[in-house]
């Protein structure tokens, strides 16, 4: 949870996925991340930023704006990917990874976040 007047902030979690991107230019798109810069060519799968729902994928510069900028939740993203079709195939992976435990898909589980 961010603390009152701070931007919201974007984790990124130790478990992350990403399209076969270079060790080396994932690190930069970490960077520019934490450092909020924008890149057009960058797709996140993040944790629902709502109580409901498994994954969420955003156009980088979308989160950028500032309707959320200020909200006050911390974003986890998951995965990282350098088109929207990319990152669509991140959530299949991500979903086969978790596996379906009595019809439901333990995603928080998967990611141990505590909401």
Same mark, same amino acid.
């Given at each position: 949870?961010?603390?009152?007047?701070?931007?919201?902030?974007?984790?990124?979690?130790?478990?992350?996925?990403?399209?076969?991107?270079?060790?080396? !230019?994932?690190?930069?798109?970490?960077?520019?991340?934490?450092? !909020?810069?924008?890149?057009?060519?960058?797709?996140?799968?993040?944790?629902?930023?709502?109580?409901?729902?498994?994954?969420?994928?955003?156009?980088?510069?979308?989160?950028?704006?500032?309707?959320?900028?200020?909200?006050?939740?911390?974003?986890?993203?998951?995965?990282?990917?350098?088109?929207?079709?990319?990152?669509?195939?991140?959530?299949?992976?991500?979903?086969?990874?978790?596996?379906?435990?009595?019809?439901?898909?333990?995603?928080?589980?998967?990611?141990?976040?505590?909401?």
């Amino acid at each position: 949870m961010t603390k009152e007047g701070e931007p919201m902030e974007i984790r990124i979690h130790e478990q992350l996925y990403s399209d076969g991107i270079s060790d080396r !230019k994932l690190t930069s798109f970490k960077k520019k991340i934490k450092k !909020k810069t924008p890149r057009l060519d960058l797709f996140l799968v993040t944790l629902p930023l709502g109580p409901e729902g498994l994954l969420e994928v955003y156009w980088y510069p979308e989160l950028l704006q500032k309707h959320y900028m200020q909200m006050k939740q911390e974003l986890v993203v998951v995965g990282i990917a350098t088109s929207r079709d990319e990152a669509f195939h991140l959530i299949e992976q991500i979903v086969l990874d978790a596996g379906v435990e009595d019809g439901n898909i333990p995603i928080q589980d998967y990611f141990r976040v505590s909401k």
